[in-house]
């Protein structure tokens, strides 16, 4: 079995100074959210073997704070493929995955995800607000094996859920 999880990134800054989205910041509520996701996969003992983010600020700053807050220990890869990625861009990327992996985290933005998570699962319609992650399974031994439809969404969890604090991704 393979496990995907989606992870959007937190909530960024609309009032930073940046010069173009892909260098739009985390804002502090983002901060606090990907902490609680971070906490959240590893103390559930489900910390990736390998991770993949968008090289957006936001994105990749939600892994590293997430990263450091569960104390992961996965290899993390930064890839603009991510950055404005197609449903059809993401199962490319996930086929390329080597199999020694079991579970795959990638990081990346909206509408992407809903829409490739739609895809995966046979069409179930999610809503995925900031910093929240989605876990879908599949019952295949090879990452190659990965297909639309083939999916099973286990979980689908908003950091509001977890932390009852307002770090709230949504």
Not at 14 to 24: E, I, S, V
Not at 33 to 59: C, E, N, Y
Not at 135 to 154: M, P, T
């Amino acid at each position: 079995m393979k496990t995907l999880v989606f992870f959007r990134h937190g909530k960024s800054d609309w009032d930073a100074p940046f010069d173009r989205d892909h260098d739009r910041p985390l804002a502090e509520r983002g901060r606090k959210a990907a902490k609680v996701m971070g906490r959240f996969l590893a103390s559930s003992g489900q910390a990736p073997d390998s991770i993949v983010t968008s090289t957006a600020v936001r994105a990749r700053d939600t892994d590293r704070i997430a990263s450091r807050a569960g104390g992961w220990t996965a290899p993390l890869r930064e890839t603009l493929d991510l950055y404005g990625a197609s449903p059809a861009t993401i199962l490319s990327l996930v086929r390329t995955e080597p199999n020694t992996a079991q579970s795959l985290l990638l990081t990346g933005h909206e509408p992407t995800w809903s829409h490739a998570v739609s895809l995966l699962t046979g069409g179930c319609n999610v809503r995925f607000p900031t910093a929240a992650m989605a876990r879908i399974d599949f019952d295949v031994y090879s990452w190659q094996d990965v297909d639309f439809g083939l999916g099973e969404l286990i979980w689908l969890i908003p950091p509001k859920a977890l932390s009852g604090s307002g770090a709230s991704g949504g």
